[in-house]
């Protein structure tokens, strides 16, 4: 689940041009009504939706099919440094993926628990 860091938030628009995605976001930003919370929706080149993220989100997906493609119009520059992530499987996510999760690369594998990347950002909560 992948987001980037101030001042290099990003809003992205998220479609499925082949094949079908579960896609996921995590809400994180402090004083939203559904902070903590995750959404999910099956985006797929036949249902053409397209997945509107604010800034403030984690956003992650897992591919339902083969040769899936997914289009991203993306409001910022890439900025390495800033990049961070939820590993898939924390439960604070409480994300129950529709298929079992049979590749993760190592990146996102080792991404730091929800909570201690909510202490950095949120140091009041
Ligand atoms: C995202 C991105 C990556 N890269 C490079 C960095 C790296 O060498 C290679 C792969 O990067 P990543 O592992 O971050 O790629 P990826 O795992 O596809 O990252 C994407 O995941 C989904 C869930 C998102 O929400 C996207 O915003 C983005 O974070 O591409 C760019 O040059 N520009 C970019 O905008």
């Known amino acids: 689940m992948h987001f980037q860091t ?18 996921v976001i995590f809400d994180m930003r402090p004083g ?3 902070y903590r919370q995750s959404f999910s929706v099956e985006l797929t080149a036949a249902n053409g939706r397209q997945l ?8 992650g997906f897992e591919a339902l099919t083969d040769d899936v493609t997914v289009n991203y119009l993306i409001s910022e520059f890439y ?8 590993r898939y ?20 594998l080792g991404w730091p628990p929800w909570e201690l990347i909510n202490r950095g950002m949120c140091l009041e909560d």
């Not at 479609?15 to 896609?23: P, R």
Request: some cysteine.
């Open 6 to 23: 101030a001042p290099h938030e990003e809003v992205k628009l998220v479609s499925c041009v082949s094949g079908a995605i579960f896609d």
């Open 79 to 86: 900025a390495p440094g800033y990049s961070s992530g939820i």
């Open 89 to 108: 499987d924390d439960p604070a996510l409480g994300v129950e993926w529709p298929m079992p999760v049979t590749q993760v690369s190592d990146k996102d």
């Open 32 to 34: 939203s009504p559904s």
């Open 52 to 59: 509107y993220i604010p800034k403030g989100m984690a956003h």
